[in-house]
Nanobody, 125 residues
């Protein structure tokens, strides 16, 4: 079964940068939208960013817009999340997801069928 695997998390200070990667074990996710979500302790999983496979349109949560950048490498079925100007409130486990949501449902975790195991990001002040 095709899998997603995140990497690149770590512990940094406020203002630092991190780059997360999400690799697919095979090209099964070609044609799928790919997204990043995050989940902080005691909070619900929330949308961070998404990229549509068809056309490559990108979407961001307001809380990360201007600081985070989602991109993809189609040849490697890999997506990235460049996170700059990190803040303590960005601390969470970050998950990669793949699915085929309609545009209006792009930010809903339930619209994604495939998930990675997550990578931890900790930002200290």
């Amino acid at each position: 079964q095709a899998q997603l695997e995140e990497s690149g998390g770590g512990s940094v200070q406020a203002g630092d940068s991190l780059r997360l990667s999400c690799a697919a074990s095979e090209r099964a996710f070609d044609g799928y939208s790919r997204a990043w979500f995050r989940e902080a302790p005691g909070k619900e999983r929330e949308f961070v960013a998404a990229i549509r496979w068809n056309g490559g349109h990108v979407y961001y949560a307001d809380t990360v817009k201007g600081r985070f950048t989602i991109s993809r490498d189609n040849a490697k079925s890999t997506i990235f999340l460049q996170m700059d100007s990190l803040r303590p409130e960005d601390t969470a486990t970050y998950y990669c997801a793949a699915g085929r949501p309609i545009l209006s449902a792009l930010r809903m975790p339930s619209m994604y069928n495939f998930w990675g195991r997550g990578t931890q990001v900790s930002v200290s002040s």
